[in-house]
């Protein structure tokens, strides 16, 4: 499968991204699909994981603010950002994999295939 993101940009701290990742080449509903981000001089962090079932994963830090959703239909998974944060500031890749556990849904590791990154900038 292959995976483009798209939807970053500079924003100002309260206010909301929503990003989306385009898969194409494979049958989108058998892979579980995750976000990560990567901040300026550091390691690339999970953000969140949505299953086939659609149970969804956060990292702590971004509960209640993000929402990741899918559409099977669409082949597209999203990441709704509300209120961002300075620390949001990152590179955000999407992420997919067939038979990921749930032990490992923080672990990019654990997923095949990973989009291209799309930035997100918020400024104080």
């Known amino acids: 499968v292959q995976l483009q993101a798209s939807g970053g940009g500079l924003v100002q701290a309260g206010a909301s991204l929503r990003l989306s990742c385009a898969a194409s080449?494979?049958?989108?509903?058998?892979?579980?699909m995750g976000w990560f981000r990567q901040p300026p001089g550091k390691e690339r962090e999970f953000v969140a994981h949505?299953?086939?079932?659609?149970?969804?994963y956060y990292q702590d830090s971004v509960k209640g603010r993000f929402t990741i959703s899918r559409d099977n239909a669409g082949n597209t998974v999203y990441l709704q950002m509300n209120s961002l944060k300075p620390e949001d500031t990152a590179i955000y890749y999407c992420?997919?994999?067939?038979?990921?556990?749930?032990?490992?849904?923080?672990?990019?590791?654990?997923?095949?295939?990973w989009g291209q990154g799309t930035l997100v900038t918020v400024s104080s």
């Open positions: 992420a997919a994999g067939r038979g990921v556990i749930l032990s490992s849904i923080r672990k990019f590791r654990a997923y095949d295939a």
């Open positions: 949505i299953r086939w079932n659609g149970a969804t």
């Open positions: 080449g494979g049958t989108f509903s058998n892979y579980a």
